[in-house]
């Protein structure tokens, strides 16, 4: 048995502080050289590749391979790229997010709105013939002698590959999208001297299991053709070794216990039998077994607890989200000797220890727990870039937003990311909701070939070998907007079990039950429109008198585990509406706006328009409908999350549809393409800020709810009512405790006559010191906000009576106080900014932005600590903003301040 010991990990702006336990040095170098040696054999083709249209080339692939064909005039391109992602980057075509110049390019003849991967090409689109990718690299002369493995990670959708002359395979066993390839291409290479790669890709039919972005956003012509993720050579001795992976059981509820399971697969290179030894190490801890494989055979060897006594760790450092704890990881190196001294190939990864399980509550809602303890999901829709583009930065930024919102989950409906992606969800603590995605051939099961049947069951092999060793995975989904077929659904769980995946499957994100594995225990029941604030609460698993069934599961409210759900558009700040159309169509909304929104049921933005009119009023600019889009986005996002939490655990989770978008779009996102945080995006944070008071839509009670995972005693909860003009019409103090993981009705507010048509309910909450700790403001309407149950749809409830919050015009002017200063921390600029509103008015929906300079461009992205806020009369308040120090170039930081009915500052 082993204890378990600290592991420091430091990640982009996180770290956490520990020691690994000592070896013996020797040993450390010795390990620490194979690792270097390791890395050096990997050869990443990326740059200096050549891209051209088969229409234009009459060279075979035997020829194109080689130093003798010239590719003279052929498009410069960086992979990993799609077809058209190279041909933009090159100028050959226009940039494709900007106003409708997508509806321009060759190819794209499908309707607006359309979901292009079910409709077929044109035979005159560009891209329904081949495209060729060629790349001309020098191969070390350490290549010599040893094993060569060319492996592509991503090719869409099929391909014949050459190398040096040589075909490598062709597009009959080269097909599927999410497939991984890898080729013992030995025999063809010459190290030491110049090799040709040549690849022929063919674009995906609308019959063919490929990558399809549904309704979220339009899709480029090629439908993402070619080799969209990394293409490399590695080399290993007769044997290599892939996919090490851990598996924990903890012995719950004291985790004081973790049986580790030990999986590899290895592969024998050679046309002859081997033996050798596979040998493993998690810190000090050791663990080896004979293998002994035939001709060419790959297999998995596994080492259990039963067998190896020293993968029973006592108080190990468990691997936790985030919110919950820390996100130990532990070292895993694994090697693959031969004849007990040469090594032929050796890895090194990272683990955790947890365990994630599952079950169903007293409303079927799925309950997920980690090691032993509830978690409340509360997460969103992922997507990539349109064109499948890769940029590490921004991945770590958006990752920095996710962390600063205080989601623990982000949901990859189909869209599975790169290594990358995951080892940031491990080192960082969130949680990654994986699966297939829906509305395309992946779901038209009845029409696939046996070929079909092959390529699906390979790519979940593939797909499950590259996740199942990051402790970030909470569950998979083997099917999305439907479960799949029975004698799928049990392809699908024959391989899961065979690859020793850790975590729970779900048949589907809906409430669809299957015959082979139940209830699923989570709904997708929308709304994907817009919602009034209050349908989250009102909305029970009770129904409403006349509520139509949304979906299996129920309706949208905060109840059960809801996929995917959303309150609708999200049209961004002024800016991005900017940089999104251009400034011919600002204003007013036209057919480029609606271009900016989704597919099918949502190609317009209309009913978010309406009901902006209707709530706030009529709006004859774009900037009075952007603040007010800010406006009603923060109020309608904070209801639904905090419905979600106010309800643990009746509620066990929710997925805000979407977090990002894969293009500058005017719908479904809690911060825009451009990374600007808007409304949405604070109204997210407010609501999951780790002690939290929340006034209930349904009945006017006061709660409070507590998200971290330690009690919270002798706070004070004030509530203030005040009208229009700022006379207070209630105060009430509560000493309240709030344990861990928490959620307590305090009071409910009483009738109170004399309000405003508008009026505010501010919520303060403060620690036993009295610190700040939590706190909300709402503007509210003594006008009730109703619904048309009876008209409910998959994707929508009507509003039937709107709120009215057009008093709000009549809130005077005010003028703030402000000062600023900015430090710089390293990497890292943090310029604070403190407020005072020594007015006797509200300064209501105050915006903040640092700029690159007086009146220069907005710094982004950034980490504000709040914004889109409200000052009381006499309030006073610092807020400060983090980004990076080289984003000020060789600027000053200049503060613009705006607001509703502040006067500006800039």
Not at 71 to 77: N, V
Not at 168 to 197: C, H, M, Q
Not at 570 to 584: N, T
Not at 797 to 807: G, L, R, V
Request: aromatic residues 12%.
């Amino acid at each position: 048995m082993n204890s378990g010991k600290r592991l420091a990990v430091t990640l982009a702006g996180f770290c956490v502080i520990g020691s690994i336990s000592s070896v013996v040095a020797q040993d450390k170098v010795a390990r620490e050289n194979r690792a270097t040696a390791a890395e050096e054999t990997r050869l990443v083709l990326r740059e200096g590749w050549s891209l051209q249209t088969s229409a234009k080339v009459d060279a075979k692939g035997e020829f194109i391979s080689t130093a003798k064909f010239s590719p003279e005039g052929w498009h410069h391109a960086t992979v990993p790229t799609t077809v058209v992602a190279a041909l933009v980057k090159d100028k050959t075509l226009p940039d494709p997010f900007f106003a409708m110049n997508l509806r321009s390019f060759p190819g794209v003849t499908y309707p607006i709105g359309g979901n292009f991967s079910n409709i077929p090409m044109a035979p005159d689109s560009p891209y329904a013939v081949s495209w060729w990718y060629r790349k001309a690299f020098e191969m070390p002369v350490s290549y010599k002698g040893k094993t060569v493995w060319l492996k592509f990670d991503g090719i869409n959708y099929r391909a014949n590959i050459w190398l040096n002359g040589k075909q490598i395979a062709d597009s009959d066993k080269v097909a599927g999208a999410w497939r991984t390839y890898e080729f013992n291409v030995t025999d063809a290479t010459k190290p030491g001297a110049g090799n040709v790669l040549a690849v022929q890709v063919f674009s995906p039919t609308d019959h063919d299991l490929a990558i399809t972005f549904v309704d979220w956003n339009p899709a480029p012509p090629d439908k993402n053709m070619g080799l969209w993720r990394d293409v490399y050579l590695t080399t290993s001795g007769p044997v290599a070794l892939r996919y090490p992976a851990v598996v924990s059981k903890l012995n719950s509820p004291t985790n004081d216990r973790a049986e580790l399971t030990v999986s590899a697969q290895v592969k024998n290179g050679t046309d002859h039998a081997v033996k050798g030894t596979l040998k493993g190490e998690i810190d000090s801890v050791k663990f080896e077994q004979e293998v002994e494989l035939a001709p060419n055979q790959t297999k998995d060897v596994t080492f259990t607890p039963d067998k190896f006594s020293q993968l029973v760790f006592e108080n190990p450092r468990l691997w936790w989200p985030a919110q919950m704890g820390m996100p130990n990881l532990y070292p895993l190196r694994m090697e693959f000797e031969l004849g007990g001294a040469t090594m032929s190939d050796q890895s090194k990864t990272e683990f955790g220890i947890r365990e994630v399980t599952s079950d169903l509550n007293s409303v079927g809602g799925r309950q997920f727990h980690i090691n032993g303890k509830n978690i409340l999901i509360r997460g969103g829709g992922w997507t990539p870039d349109m064109m499948l583009r890769e940029n590490s930065q921004r991945l770590h930024d958006e990752f920095r937003y996710v962390r600063d919102m205080g989601l623990n989950t982000v949901r990859l409906e189909g869209k599975l990311e790169t290594k990358e992606f995951f080892d940031l969800a491990d080192q960082q603590g969130i949680l990654v909701m994986a699966g297939w995605c829906c509305c395309d051939f992946w779901e038209r099961w009845p029409r696939w070939r046996p070929e079909d049947f092959d390529i699906a069951k390979e790519s979940l092999r593939d797909q499950i070998y590259r996740l199942r060793s990051h402790p970030s995975l909470v569950m998979w989904l083997n099917g999305s907007d439907n479960p799949p077929p029975p004698d799928v659904e049990q392809m699908y769980l024959d391989v899961e079990k065979d690859l020793l995946w850790p975590n729970p499957i779900l048949s589907s994100a809906t409430g669809k039950p299957t015959s082979v594995t139940g209830e699923s225990g989570v709904k997708m029941s929308g709304p994907y429109e817009y919602i009034a604030p209050g349908y989250w609460e009102v909305d029970t698993p009770q129904g409403q008198p006349g509520r139509k069934l949304c979906n299996p599961g129920g309706c949208g409210g905060g109840y059960g585990f809801n996929s995917e759900t959303s309150m609708g558009p999200a049209v961004p700040p002024v800016e991005s509406i900017e940089a999104m159309v251009g400034k011919d169509h600002l204003w007013p909304v036209d057919d480029v706006w609606n271009y900016h929104a989704g597919g099918g049921e949502f190609k317009t933005i209309n009913v978010f328009s309406t009901a902006l009119a209707e709530r706030y009023g009529n709006s004859d600019n774009v900037d009075d409908f952007a603040i007010k889009s800010q406006m009603q986005t923060y109020e309608g996002v904070r209801a639904m999350y905090e419905a979600y939490s106010r309800n643990k655990y009746e509620s066990t989770g929710v997925i805000q549809w979407m977090l990002n978008n894969a293009w500058p779009s005017m719908i479904w996102h809690l911060y825009d393409y451009y990374l600007r945080p808007g409304g949405g995006y604070f109204g997210a944070k407010r609501a999951m800020e780790a002690l939290h008071p929340v006034y209930g839509y349904d009945d006017h009670s006061i709660w409070v709810v507590s998200s971290q995972y330690e009690d919270a005693k002798n706070l004070k909860l004030t509530t203030k009512i005040y009208n229009l003009d700022m006379r207070e019409k209630f105060s009430q103090e509560n000493n309240v405790d709030a344990p861990a993981d928490s959620t307590a009705k305090i009071f409910t507010l009483p009738d109170i006559e004399g309000l405003s048509a508008t009026y505010f309910v501010v919520l303060r909450l403060e620690g036993s010191r009295g610190k700040l700790v939590g706190s909300n403001f709402y503007w509210l309407s003594t006008k009730p906000e109703t619904l048309d149950w009876a008209k409910t749809t998959w994707w929508m409830t009507p509003t039937a009576s709107y709120a009215d919050y057009t008093a709000i015009s009549q809130l005077p002017k005010v003028k703030l106080g402000e000062t600023s200063r900015t430090e710089i921390h390293g990497e890292e600029a943090v310029t604070h900014v403190t407020l005072t509103n020594p007015s006797k008015n509200l300064a209501f929906f105050v915006r903040l932005k640092v700029d690159r300079g007086p009146r220069g461009e907005e710094i982004l992205p950034v980490v504000w600590e709040d914004n889109y806020i409200s000052l009381l009369p006499g309030e006073k308040r610092e807020i400060t903003a983090s980004y990076r120090a080289t984003e000020l170039r060789s600027a000053k930081p200049a503060v613009e301040i705006s607001g509703w009915n502040v006067e500006k500052i800039e």
